[in-house]
């Protein structure tokens, strides 16, 4: 008995139980997902977060010790985000060739993220700091945070959102855009990229290289024009 | 392996160093990658080794995003108290963002190639 509460005592304290926990939740959501046929609304992402906040609200464990431990993971997006540099330039030359195109479609995309969000829910009576929680939405957690504090909303909100983001984007991005008829795999990568950053970046690889390398290059250039946006918009609304 | 890693945080490090040194307005690991594009431009072509090691680290992008995902334990009064405009504004945007930005690169790319 005395042992099995050393036992517990050691695992509560150590990263290692919540770090073993979040891989093996995600690896069994993925298994769910693949088994399925990528069913869209098993994405593991969903389902992975889904579960573990059941499992903490269950045990009652605090968030913070939780991220004590999945930490790990969370750090090798910094990485991650400097690896998305590999695909992009793989396709230097198609980027050279349409870099006008690329650019008014980001400009497009990238402002109406921001203002139909604010437009969107300001009609909707959103509570103000939620509302400025979320006119970043649309980019990668890291800057979408940064954006976050810098404008005077809830940081780890606007985590929660980002996330959702990307995966509502991920769910309906590719049948939305087939709707339209944008068959293109460029056309589909930028717009999931812009709209859904690395969530909607990873669905994008789904449907193939060029698509991601597309995806991954309109979430990194639309991380940088919201950064400078946002603010700016603002200031302009007086939000 | 290991040196493609460490090459990965160099360049996430030269990132955050510029960033607090310039007071740029954009995360350091954008900036990181920014810079190691450049440079794999510059040197033409992408060692295997180092682009092995970066699609292996983005084929489990989704993964990561986890851990700041189960962080809504910490908002659950707030969302449940404004879920349904939440979700609203969520999906609606979203949706315009995929469409204009999808329609407008396809229909500039096609006028182009015709």
Known sequence: MNRLTQIWVYIEES????????????????????????FALLNPVLVSVTVLVAIL???????????????????LLGPATVALAVPLAAQ????????????????????????????IGWAMGLDGQTLLSMLSKSVTTPIAMGVSEQIG????LTAVLVIVTGIIGALIGIPLLRLIRVREPAAKGLAMGVAAHG?????????GERAGAY???GMGLNGALTALLVPLLVWVFGF | MIGSMAALLLFQL?????????????????????????????????PRVFGATSRGLLDYLALLFVPAG?????????????????????????ALAILVTGFTLQALTHRRGR
């Open chain 1, 15 to 38: 990263p290692l139980l919540w770090l073993a926990l979040t891989l093996c939740v995600y690896w069994l959501a993925q298994q769910l997902y693949r088994r399925t046929g990528a």
């Open chain 2, 14 to 46: 030269a990132g955050e160093i510029i960033v607090r040194l310039t007071g740029a307005p954009l995360p350091g690991p954008v900036l990181g990658m920014i810079l190691l594009f450049v440079a794999l431009l510059g040197r033409g072509s992408t």
């Open chain 2, 70 to 94: 189960v962080g809504i334990i910490t908002h659950l009064s707030r969302v449940a108290d404004e879920w349904l405009a939440i979700a609203i504004t969520l999906v609606a945007s979203t």
């Open chain 1, 199 to 207: 969530i909607g970046t990873a669905r994008a690889f789904e449907h």
């Open chain 1, 153 to 156: 909303g809830l940081p780890s």
């Open chain 1, 92 to 119: 230097a030359t198609e980027l050279r060739r349409h870099w006008l195109s690329i650019a008014l479609a980001l400009g497009a995309g990238s402002l109406t993220a921001v203002i139909s969000a604010m437009a």
């Open chain 1, 57 to 75: 609200a269950a045990t009652g464990t605090p968030y913070d010790d939780y991220f004590d431990g999945a930490q790990f993971i969370h750090f």
């Open chain 1, 215 to 217: 995806a991954g290059l």
